[in-house]
């Protein structure tokens, strides 16, 4: 890897620090080649402190270290994308990221829709809302509900209509994050029991 730390006069390249796992963008920060060399061997992000003019270990003092993961650098050359392991928050006043963001998984539309679906559950009361209804009619209804998208599905892999199966497949999917919040759940817990098992 060919870092150009010529470009700028001061010899600092600009890091950008992502959550490996998350894909949150958790803090900027800046290096020269000796923080790199120190970030590569100790295997914990090291940055060069402007305002302190030395190189500085992030959670040196906090414990709240940022643990290496992977490097890339980009297309000029001239700034670095740090993968990470964090160890508690990122910011020093106390938040996941720097820019006071909650550092959580996000699925896209599949987080926008658990929101959805919560919100609905929480507005039991509402006589047009199909997700108030099954949850007024509990678990049972709800499980009954995805045992029978799930034999669907079943059906239609075995046929050749794609439509069909993808359709069968989205009504399984939506009625499987009803039933995890029926239970008290949302995806997030079934990705840590998945990445437990990758171990």
Known sequence: MEIDFNKNQDGLVPVIVQDVKTKNVLMLGYMNQEALDATEQTKKV??????????????????????????????????????????????????????????????????????????????????????????????????????????????EAKDSNDELFLNESADLLFHYLILLQSKGYQLNDIVKVLQERHK
């Open 46 to 155: 090291t940055f060069y402190s402007r305002s302190k003019q030395r190189l500085w270990t992030k959670g040196e003092e906090s414990g709240n270290f940022l643990e290496l993961v992977d490097i890339k650098n980009d297309c000029d050359n001239d700034t670095l994308l740090v993968f990470v392991n964090p160890v508690g928050p990122t910011c020093h006043k106390g938040t996941d990221t720097c820019w006071g963001e909650s550092n959580s998984q996000e699925y896209g539309f599949l987080s926008q829709l658990e929101e959805i679906i919560t919100a609905r559950k929480n507005d039991v009361e509402n006589p047009d809302s199909y997700v108030a209804s099954l949850f007024r009619k509990g678990i049972n209804k709800i499980a009954q509900k995805v045992g029978e998208e799930a034999v669907e599905t079943v059906i």
